[in-house]
């Protein structure tokens, strides 16, 4: 009678295997983040990240079209201004090349999530997540200019606003400016738990926000902590945060579980660049299977908990599910 219980028997064929299967990835949770530079006609490639390009507005708007058809529907926003200072004033000028570019594609795609990143790196000088005083970031102006920039946004046409900075009371500070501009119906998706982290090194040419002078180290978390992401998230939702994130994802799915078992509002894990970047280049020098790999990523940051996840791989896993 050796023995009773087998469990092979659910894995017999494809049709029993999908019978039982207990997560899927959705392509509608899938959040495409984008980069949107000056000029017409630019389609700059980023040599880190293989399929992934700096846009301006004018092919931005056909590629999200074309994306958008094929079933991604949310996208997240970063700019690579014109012109960096130390204020990081292009972040919260109505005439921000994220502020142009949300207004562009919400006009021509108006029923899709436009996520704005709130950030001061893209826009600094100094490449830091706010302003300086002393060679810090100081926390308490940095908040106010991410206020302004969050209404900015929002006045632009951004669905949800997603503050990146890590600085602390930002939720608060945000939430009320844009309550008190008429802005209460947009919602704030937040990088709680946000960690200092190696992974993002592709994104720095992409976005070409590398800090000019130290690191993140004095804003972002450190990646040896698991139940400080517990403190940080119980502290954005009590803010008013109505979505979080965890970022990185992969190398962070016990922080991701944890949170997921701790909060009931929405969930997304971040798929940084260089967890994008690792697997199409061994996929590229074939010592992985780049598609088999990439949806078995997805599959296990959904699995760990994440509702919707932010990825480079966005357009691509559209593709390979419709052709499945
Ligand atoms: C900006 C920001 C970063 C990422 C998203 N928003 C970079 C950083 O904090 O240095 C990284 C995303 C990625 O690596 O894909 N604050």
């Known amino acids: 009678m050796f023995p009773i219980q087998r469990p092979r028997r659910l894995r017999r064929s494809e049709t029993l295997r999908a019978l039982v299967r207990e997560t899927v990835v959705r392509v509608d949770q899938l959040i495409y983040p984008v980069f949107i530079r000056p000029g017409t006609g630019m389609k700059q490639p980023v040599s880190s990240m293989p399929g992934i390009y700096q846009w301006s507005v004018d092919l931005l708007i056909e590629h999200l079209e074309e994306v958008f058809t094929q079933g991604v529907r949310s996208?997240?926003?970063?700019?690579?201004?014109?012109?960096?200072?130390?204020?990081?004033?292009?972040?919260?000028?109505?005439?921000?090349?994220?502020?142009?570019?949300?207004?562009?594609?919400?006009e021509r795609l108006p029923e899709a999530v436009l996520i704005a990143d709130l950030c001061l790196c893209e826009y600094t000088d100094h490449g830091h997540c706010g302003i300086l005083r002393d060679d810090q970031v100081?926390?308490?102006?940095?908040?106010?200019?991410?206020?302004?920039?969050?209404?900015?946004?929002?006045?632009?046409?951004?669905?949800?606003?997603?503050?990146?900075?890590?600085?602390?009371?930002?939720?608060?500070?945000?939430?009320?400016?844009?309550?008190v501009a008429g802005f209460d119906e947009v919602p704030i998706m937040s990088y709680a738990s946000k960690y200092a982290s190696g992974f993002y090194g592709?994104?720095?040419?992409?976005?070409?926000?590398?800090?000019?002078?130290?690191?993140?180290?004095?804003?972002?978390?450190?990646p040896a902590n698991r139940r400080e992401a517990l403190k940080e998230v119980f502290?954005?939702?009590?803010?008013?945060?109505?979505?979080?994130?965890?970022?990185?994802?992969?190398?962070?799915?016990?922080?991701?579980?944890?949170?997921?078992?701790?909060?009931?509002?929405?969930?997304?894990?971040?798929?940084?660049?260089?967890?994008?970047?690792?697997?199409?280049?061994?996929?590229?020098?074939?010592?992985?299977?780049?598609?088999?790999?990439?949806?078995?990523?997805?599959?296990?940051?959904?699995?760990?908990?994440?509702?919707?996840?932010?990825?480079?791989?966005?357009?691509?896993?559209?593709?390979?599910?419709?052709?499945?």
């Open 75 to 106: 996208f997240l926003f970063f700019g690579i201004p014109v012109h960096k200072d130390s204020e990081g004033s292009e972040a919260y000028r109505p005439d921000g090349i994220v502020q142009l570019a949300l207004q562009a594609v919400k």
């Open 138 to 179: 100081d926390n308490d102006r940095t908040v106010d200019l991410l206020a302004k920039a969050a209404v900015v946004q929002a006045r632009a046409g951004a669905s949800v606003v997603a503050p990146s900075d890590m600085m602390d009371g930002r939720v608060t500070v945000i939430r009320k400016a844009l309550d």
């Open 202 to 222: 592709p994104f720095r040419e992409a976005a070409e926000n590398a800090p000019s002078f130290g690191d993140r180290r004095a804003y972002q978390m450190d």
């Open 235 to 324: 502290l954005d939702i009590e803010e008013g945060a109505d979505m979080l994130i965890v970022k990185p994802a992969l190398p962070y799915l016990d922080v991701l579980s944890d949170v997921r078992q701790a909060v009931q509002i929405p969930i997304a894990a971040y798929q940084v660049s260089g967890e994008y970047a690792m697997i199409k280049a061994a996929g590229q020098m074939g010592w992985i299977d780049e598609r088999r790999v990439a949806e078995e990523s997805l599959l296990s940051i959904k699995r760990a908990g994440a509702d919707m996840i932010i990825t480079y791989f966005a357009p691509e896993f559209a593709r390979w599910s419709s052709e499945k």
